[in-house]
Each structure stands twice: as structure tokens, then as C-alpha cells.
């Protein structure tokens, strides 16, 4: 899609390592709104909880117009980080916990997601005490599946905040999102190189570390606070809004007739079909 391939190419040569991709399917998003309007959320709500995917997607990850969105382990106990685990990437309670604290301390809108717990994780440890009292009339917690898509299109969203998985991304640039970064693993890493130093599209937390050495590297308050004031600022980062809009277009042209990717699932239908 438009230039991605060789960019993205060009980061992992300088980095000099190959690439992989890795199923996080005990993740769920945070978001986060430029204003906020109860109202329509609701109204969003009521029309459509009936009526939930056939698939149930990892992320709830769906086309968006602007919404800031962190993937978020939750439901989990605070020791069940420090014993072993079958889960690939179990998380402290004190990586939530900040997430949490940052965006409170932020002072933004917001919209956070996350996964009903089951089984032993059901009190919901990783919420810090009072967060949704202090923070209940800018934010709206949403326990189980949500009408994401509906959401995200809404013109009140203003960026969200990603684990920096590639068909998040693409997702994220196909709609004209600044991103706030936060990789966890796998090319995520390379691929927040490609969005804050090649597209310059994105603010980093400052992650370093691969999420099973997390208790080496722990991303303050501050400075989740700090990207997430950062990417809904207007001033000089509406410099980095206006060319993230520039790759939607592209973007969107690429999949329309006659675009790069539509000529390329056409060429590769042909191919077998012949």
C-alpha cells in the first residue's frame, strides 16, 4: 500500500534483522476522544450490542477515523506476573496501572476497552482504586465487545495509541491517525521506527525492551501522560495530522479501482485462477 513496502524495507535493512509477526489475542484497546459526547456513545451502544461480530477479533480492530487505542492486558492478579505463565506475554499489574495513571493524569476523553475477565481474574486488580469515580465524567469504561468501527468514524476521536502490530497500523494510516507508540515484541519495534522517524506520524512512550523483559524497563506516568497530550496537541504536531492525512489519501487510493493494492489482489486472483 502506497509506499509502505519500501519504506518499511528500508527500516528493517538498517536494523538489520528479519521480521515476524506474533498473535497477541489476550490484548484489548484503550481509547481516547478529543471531546466527549456520552450521548452518542450510548446511543451507539443501545443500536448495536445485539448484534456482535460472527468473528471475535483480538484487537476489535476495525477501519478508523481517529481514536486513540492501547493494547491492555487486564483481569489479571498482581503476582500472576512474577509466577509462570502459558500466556506469552503476561504483564504486571504496574504496566496497567500506569497506563491508567497517564491517561487520568492526561486530562483527556476517553473511551477504554477491555476484555470481560473469566476464571480466576475476575476483580479486576489492574484498575487503580477510584479511576473510574475521579475520571467518570471524561471517561467510559467498556467491559466486554464494543461497536469499535461506529466509534472510531465518529468526527469526536482524535488518535489512539497502538502495540504497534503491522495490520493495526495500516489501519491507523488508512485513516488519517496520529499514533502514539508503544511496542511490546516481535517487529513491533521496526515498525515504530516507521511510523515516528520514516512517516513521522507517531509520538513514542519510550519502550525499549521486549514485554518479557518489562521488569527492566518501566515507562512512567509521565511519559504516557506526555505522548498522549502530545498527539491530541494542535500547533506545531498539526504538522504531523496534516501528513498522516496525506497517507490516508494515498492509501485509499491504493485500494480504489485501478489502485496499487486493488491491481495487486486482482493480479494474485488471476494467477491462481489461471
Same mark, same amino acid.
Given at each position: ?46 443500536? *448495536? ?48 496501572? *500506569? ?176
Amino acid at each position: 500500500m502506497c509506499d509502505f513496502r519500501r519504506n518499511y524495507g528500508s527500516v528493517g535493512a538498517t536494523l538489520g534483522s528479519s521480521l515476524c509477526a506474533v498473535n497477541f489475542n489476550r490484548w484489548t484497546p484503550l481509547m481516547v476522544a478529543r471531546s466527549w459526547h456520552r450521548n452518542w456513545l450510548e446511543e451507539i451502544l443501545n443500536s *448495536t450490542k445485539d448484534q456482535p461480530p460472527k468473528i471475535p477479533y483480538p484487537f476489535l480492530c476495525l477501519p478508523v477515523m481517529s481514536i486513540i487505542k492501547i493494547a491492555l492486558v487486564c483481569g489479571r492478579r498482581e503476582n500472576d506476573c512474577l509466577t509462570p505463565c502459558r500466556d506469552p506475554f503476561p504483564v504486571c499489574l504496574e504496566r496497567t496501572c *500506569t497506563v491508567a495513571s497517564g491517561l487520568e493524569a492526561s486530562g483527556a476523553s476517553f473511551i477504554w476497552v477491555v476484555r470481560k475477565s473469566t476464571g480466576d481474574y475476575d476483580k479486576e486488580e489492574w484498575l487503580p482504586k477510584g479511576f473510574e469515580d475521579r475520571t467518570k465524567e471524561k471517561g467510559m469504561v467498556i467491559r466486554g465487545w464494543a461497536p469499535q468501527v461506529l466509534i472510531l468514524e465518529h468526527q469526536a476521536t482524535g488518535g489512539f495509541m497502538t502495540h504497534c502490530g503491522w495490520n493495526l497500523l495500516l489501519e491507523g494510516v488508512a485513516a488519517g491517525l496520529p499514533m502514539v507508540t508503544w511496542p511490546t515484541g516481535a517487529e513491533q519495534f521496526y515498525n515504530e521506527k516507521l511510523v515516528t522517524q520514516v512517516l513521522r506520524t507517531g509520538v513514542s512512550v519510550g519502550a525499549t525492551k521486549h514485554v518479557r523483559n518489562l521488569g527492566d524497563e518501566i515507562i512512567s506516568r509521565e511519559k504516557v501522560e506526555k505522548a498522549v497530550r502530545e498527539v491530541l496537541a494542535w500547533g506545531e504536531e498539526e504538522e504531523r495530522r496534516i501528513r498522516i492525512k496525506k497517507l490516508a489519501e494515498m492509501a485509499k487510493a491504493a485500494v480504489a479501482e485501478g489502485g496499487s493494492s486493488f491491481n495487486d489482489l486482482n493480479n494474485f486472483i488471476h494467477e491462481f485462477s489461471s
